[in-house]
T-cell receptor, first 117, second 114 residues
Framework: AQKVTQAQTEISVVEKEDVTLDCVYE???????LFWYKQPPSGELVFLIR??????QNEISGRYSWNFQKSTSSFNFTITASQVVDSAVYFC??????????????FGQGTRLTINP | GAGVSQSPSNKVTEKGKDVELRCDPI?????LYWYRQSLGQGLEFLIY????????KSGLPSDRFSAERTGGSVSTLTIQRTQQEDSAVYLC????????????FGQGTRLTVV
């Protein structure tokens, strides 16, 4: 069975601080995909990143960076110099490779991030 | 439209009534997904459609739930004889193909069963 754990239910920091959101996953698949989505107060899930299991390179996009480590089954997300607009609920998700069945996202419980001015 | 459109945005219904939730995916997207977001269960997969293939219904919580996708585009999620535990936000998503490509989500339908 697949499982995604986001142990941090809520995080609150002051603007300009760096913050890391943790994500740990479980899967028996050798090929899989990992995602991060942002859910602002409007409710729509906004795609942030997709990473496949063969690509362990870390990625940086502006103030966002992701650290994928297969050895620890983690896919952590860091926001550098946080801003109030980063306040949202962030979800980590996992899906299996097409050959191994239905493509459905398994989500973590989400981390509510609040950036205070 | 440019994004995934869901209607209605809010629905309040009485226990025991049937409801229909609609999803218009992004044009050209062959895969369509329904998820449910509730306080107790988080985000749960319900069903997905891929082209003309039989849908994967493995996430539907009971036989009161059904969904169809007409003409490979618009989808309707139907809940019969609604119960209070059906209260949740129902999210629809679409993607270009099944697989690792990202899914684009609508803003959801908030269903309240009273």
């Amino acid at each position: 069975a697949q499982k995604v754990t986001q142990a941090q239910t809520e995080i609150s920091v002051v603007e300009k601080e760096d913050v890391t959101l943790d994500c740990v996953y479980e899967t028996r698949d050798t090929t899989y995909y990992l995602f991060w989505y942002k859910q602002p107060p409007s409710g729509e899930l906004v795609f942030l990143i997709r990473r496949n299991s063969f690509d362990e390179q870390n990625e940086i996009s502006g103030r966002y960076s992701w650290n994928f480590q297969k050895s620890t089954s983690s896919f952590n997300f860091t926001i550098t110099a946080s801003q109030v607009v980063d306040s949202a609920v962030y979800f980590c998700a996992l899906s299996s490779h097409p050959r191994q069945g239905a493509q459905k996202l398994v989500f973590g419980q989400g981390t509510r991030l609040t950036i205070n001015p | 439209g440019a994004g995934v459109s869901q209607s209605p945005s809010n629905k309040v219904t009485e226990k025991g009534k049937d409801v229909e939730l609609r999803c218009d995916p992004i044009s050209g997207h062959t895969a369509l997904y329904w998820y449910r977001q509730s306080l107790g269960q988080g985000l749960e997969f319900l069903i997905y459609f891929q082209g003309n293939s039989a849908p994967d219904k493995s996430g539907l919580p009971s036989d009161r739930f059904s969904a169809e996708r007409t003409g490979g585009s618009v989808s309707t999620l139907t809940i019969q004889r609604t119960q209070q535990e059906d209260s949740a936000v129902y999210l629809c998503a679409s993607s270009l193909m099944v697989g690792g490509t990202e899914a684009f989500f609508g803003q959801g339908t908030r269903l309240t069963v009273v």
